[in-house]
Nanobody, 123 residues
Framework: QVQLVESGGGLVQAGGSLRLSCAASGRTFSVYTIGWFRQAPGKEREFVATIRLTGGRTYYADSVKGRFTISRDNANNTVYLQMNSLKSEDTAVYYC????????????????WGQGTQVTVSS
């Protein structure tokens, strides 16, 4: 089993920045990919970004490309999501997820999920 804990959410004004953290514990050696997803009220969960823990290859949703950056600290089993130029439409609960194999934008590809952290962007 792998446990994931997100942190760093909060309230920020439009144009501001936040950095989310995803700390992994447990059988972390089995994790190949970490992804970030988000879910706004009344909407489906959507893909944000993903990173491979070996090699560091990243992939972003078009809606966040150029504004968000995903990175990893393998020594501390932590993945970050730096969010800049935030917009009101970025308001959502943000979840990190871990996959034992290569995974992209499909939530079904991920095996473990955190509890989520709320991000609210005021306009």
């Amino acid at each position: 089993q792998v446990q994931l804990v997100e942190s760093g959410g909060g309230l920020v004004q439009a144009g501001g920045s936040l950095r989310l953290s995803c700390a992994a514990s447990g059988r972390t050696f089995s994790v190949y990919t970490i992804g970030w997803f988000r879910q706004a009220p009344g909407k489906e969960r959507e893909f944000v970004a993903t990173i491979r823990l070996t090699g560091g290859r990243t992939y972003y949703a078009d809606s966040v490309k150029g504004r968000f950056t995903i990175s990893r600290d393998n020594a501390n089993n932590t993945v970050y999501l730096q969010m800049n130029s935030l917009k009101s439409e970025d308001t959502a609960v943000y979840y990190c997820a871990a996959a034992r194999y290569g995974a992209g934008a499909s939530a079904a590809s991920y095996d473990y999920w955190g509890q989520g952290t709320q991000v609210t962007v005021s306009s």
